[in-house]
């Protein structure tokens, strides 16, 4: 059962860090990824440094990480800000995606435990369970309780799991996070997710890389036919 996006932020991704800069990082990162720090916007450093309570080398070291992970660019003269959501970013982004986590599900199918399976199942429960009680809003949650996170984890493979999940890993949840908020997908995403646990369970490996593959190709249709037709809602 999850318990909270806290738990899941407290047991993955640098929370280990337990450093002034290490906790900047998180809470500059997590406010990236969910909008409260807007698409595009020039971090200052002067406000950011009151707001969160911290000195400026512990500001800019955290910044410094932000860089590594993509959320935050850097231009000389310029300062930092955060990146632009857009369009041509996201496509690029979700065609790796499809790539790499096409493979993760054809080899998760191939090496995940029977209890893993049972987890990645209890997952989509709750998932269903909160798209039932919101009106058919996706839930937006990270770490182990993250339905994509759990299949590229049970891929057994080190260097596609470090890949998605250390490299690439924040930079999807702010885009997903960002342009996921579509109910016309919801529902959908959840079946083709169930399609997935099926082909998962059943050892359907070239199954499971296709549905995933198809799953992803979708999100990025629907975000790209969103974000084409309304570019005025580009930042959430």
Known sequence: MIKSEKDA???NHGAQDNTLSGR???ALREAIVCG???AGEKLNEPSLAEQYQVSRGPLRE???RLVSMGLVQHKPHVGASVIPLELDRIIALYEVREALEGM???LAARNMSTIQISELKNVLDVHRQHYDDNAGEYMQVNGDFDFHYQIIK???NALLTQQLCDELYHLIRMFRFQTSRFRSRSNRALIEHEQLVYAIENRDAA????LMRRHISRAKDAIAKHLSS????QEH
């Open 104 to 106: 993760a599900a054809r």
């Open 154 to 156: 049970g891929s057994g």
């Open 9 to 11: 932020n407290e047991k």
């Open 207 to 210: 199954l499971a890389e296709m």
């Open 230 to 233: 309304e570019p005025h809602k």
């Open 62 to 64: 955290a910044i410094r």
């Open 36 to 38: 409260k720090i807007k």
């Open 24 to 26: 900047t990082t998180v």
